[in-house]
């Protein structure tokens, strides 16, 4: 066969460094461009993003051609410096050190979608461990709480 097709879409998940309420929504549109622009940059084509004050959710459709630890960490580390540019607010600014990485069965994508577009009202009444811990147990992946919450 000389065609390569892979249909991998992923649900990714991290927080602030030590989940600080940094986020805000004035930069909202700025952030989610930048970050689209990245993902485009690695094939990586996004799907839906939304976020709270200390965690991001990212839908996408993972490239075949980049690692996906690489394309987390070009996400992650690209935006992180661009977002201190932005205004001294961010001046600090850092992610977590780790993330959750979760698969979409293309089945369940508009759900995905609709759950990460709802992050402000699910989050009035969960938090993010909470919640994070809850994918992890739904994703048969050990959470080590040790390590979670950098």
Known sequence: MSQSLANIVVHLVFSTKERRP???DGE???LHAYLTGI???LDSP???IN???DHIHILFAQSKNHAPAKIIEQVKS???GWIKTLDAWYADF???GGYGEFSVSPMHVDAVREYIRRQPEHHAQEDFQTEFRRFC???GKPLDERYAWD
Do not use: F
């Open 137 to 139: 147990e739904k994703n």
């Open 94 to 96: 850092a992610w977590q």
């Open 22 to 24: 940094l986020l805000r």
């Open 39 to 41: 993902l485009k940059n």
């Open 51 to 53: 976020y709270v004050r």
């Open 78 to 80: 690209s935006s992180s």
């Open 46 to 48: 996004l799907i839906e």
């Open 28 to 30: 909202r549109g700025q």
